[in-house]
């Protein structure tokens, strides 16, 4: 583990996939994961406690109901211009 990057993330080279996918969580809680002598996630953060998993979760489905309008517009979007493909 890198002791002396002073980033939020600090992982060692063979973690390198261990983070991928997980780093925005902590930032978003502002809680610190690590497994020793492997990776630090956001080193500055607080110790997690129990009700960060509750929190993570209402987190990830305020995230997906975000995304919804994202999906259906760019669905209306390919329809749409797959209809005026279809019709030229």
């Known amino acids: 583990m890198d002791t002396t990057n002073p980033s939020i993330l600090s992982v ?3 973690a390198f996939n261990a983070r991928l996918g997980r780093a925005d969580t902590p930032l978003v809680l502002d ?5 020793p002598g492997v990776y630090t996630l956001h080193r500055k953060g607080r110790r997690a406690g129990p ?3 509750w ?3 209402h987190v ?10 994202v999906v259906v517009a760019i669905q209306l979007l390919v329809a749409v ?3 005026a493909w279809m019709s030229t």
């Open 12 to 14: 060692s080279p063979e």
């Open 31 to 35: 809680v610190r994961l690590a497994k």
């Open 51 to 53: 009700l960060d998993t």
């Open 55 to 57: 929190r993570a979760a």
């Open 60 to 69: 990830g489905t305020r995230v997906v109901l975000a995304l919804v309008p």
């Open 81 to 83: 211009a797959f209809s």
